[in-house]
């Protein structure tokens, strides 16, 4: 363990990352960059194949998924790879998988086979649609999940039927919410030394996102529909051109909608009925957002994000992706972590989105490729020279 992962939160913890594409690996790098010991076990593969299940290996998204981890091959499908990783599964602290959830049964490495190796073992299910149900061995992908929430349903602008979010957002919420799962069980662990189960699904983690428009439906009876670049409920938020760009904005509440009244010099629209309140403003959005839109098409983007904010008021940039890292604000806080790359050069990857006054996380070992730390992990279980290579020639690793 090097010097600087062991300062870590989360340093000496073991984890047996067994996931793929990028739900699981979501949940795993963040255990990976705030100090784990991180295992990825693989197929054994050509070690110069650079193709995997969730792009090509040195692409960005792998690279960006699977820094801060080792790799070993293991053919789990074979009696002497099913056994090392029983014997690795019996010094780990936490198991991450999302296969579809009859794999792991198949397999005999699923939660009750490790347990009774492993007590005090996490064992970690990222899923589909969860681990049991009518839909329990259904493919899950993101695209289908957006669907299936109705988060499609309102996305986009009104009319124009359903629209899937720019990013994949159930991957990626139902990563962060495995890790807080694992997360929580290691701390219930502390108190009673137990491991658990933790599963969740991109199906339960979508929804849960989508939070504030499900809870619409479930409490008052509302469906939502698309808004398009409106807040669905409070009004006026949107996208306005100016001289030379488009602003975001967002007044929320009486005591700022008087604020942007006088900030634009409309204070006649303060007497105007049809905007007295944030229910009369929603039932005429497009009259509103027409007014407002002529004022903001006489001054420049500058302009108005330095005049509202003083105000006091929400206004920002509508960037693309390259402004919005090159912006003064995302340099300043570093979430952008530099990386210097054997092959690829000097890059940056995402860093994680918290930080703790005690620690920096960082990238601390790039992707590995498949099986480069074979002899160093297997060696931590004993496995060394004539051993190891007639794994080697058995196809085993």
């Known amino acids: 363990m090097s010097e600087q992962q062991a300062r870590l939160p989360l340093s000496g913890l073991r984890v047996l990352d067994l996931t793929r594409v990028r739900a699981g690996p979501t949940a795993v790098r963040v255990l990976a ?67 579809r959830p009859d794999v792991k049964d198949r397999l005999g490495i699923d939660y009750d086979t490790l347990r009774a190796r492993n007590p005090r073992l996490i064992y970690a299910s990222i899923s589909g649609f969860g681990q049991d149900g009518p839909y329990a061995r259904r493919p899950g992908y993101d695209q289908i999940i957006q669907g299936m929430t109705g988060m499609m349903s309102i996305t986009g602008l009104p009319g124009h039927g359903p ?42 983690s979508l929804l849960a996102t989508m939070d504030f428009q499900c ?28 001289q030379d760009g488009q ?22 629209w303060l007497d105007d009925p049809r905007f007295a309140t944030n229910k009369n403003r929603s039932a005429n959005r497009r009259e509103l957002n027409d007014e407002i839109a002529a004022v903001f098409a006489t001054r420049t983007n500058d302009y108005w994000i330095e005049h509202l904010n003083a105000s006091g ?33 000097d890059i940056h990857l995402v860093g994680q989105p918290f930080s703790l006054g005690n620690h ?11 099986g480069q730390d074979n002899e160093v992990i297997l060696a931590e279980i004993g496995i060394q020279g004539d051993t190891l290579q007639q794994l080697r020639s058995e196809h085993v690793i």
């Open 313 to 345: 008021l929400a206004c920002g940039a509508v960037n693309n992706v390259k402004q919005a890292f090159d912006d003064a604000q995302v340099r300043h806080l570093g979430i952008a972590w530099p990386v210097a790359h054997e092959k690829l050069g």
């Open 215 to 242: 809870a619409r439906y479930l409490v008052a009876g509302e469906i939502p529909v698309q808004a398009g670049n409106d807040h669905p409920t409070i009004i006026p938020t949107g996208v306005f051109d100016t």
């Open 163 to 204: 629209v899937r979010a720019g990013i994949a957002i159930a991957d990626t919420t139902a990563g962060v919410f495995g890790a807080l799962g694992i997360l929580t069980a290691l701390y219930e662990r502390e108190k009673t030394g137990q491991g658990q189960w933790v599963r969740t699904s991109l199906l339960e």
């Open 360 to 370: 920096q996380a960082g990238v601390r070992r790039v992707a590995p490729m498949p």
């Open 33 to 99: 960059d705030w100090g784990a010991d991180v295992v990825k076990i693989e197929e054994p593969v050509d070690p110069e194949h650079e193709n995997e299940m969730g792009g090509m290996r040195l692409g960005p998204d792998y690279q960006n998924l699977h820094r801060n981890k080792r790799s070993i091959t293991l053919n789990l499908k074979s009696d002497p790879g099913r056994a090392l990783f029983l014997n690795l599964a019996a010094q780990a602290d936490v198991v991450v998988e999302n296969y």
């Open 247 to 268: 602003v975001n904005i967002c007044v929320s509440g009486t005591v700022m909608w008087k604020r942007f009244c006088h900030a634009m010099g409309r204070e006649r």
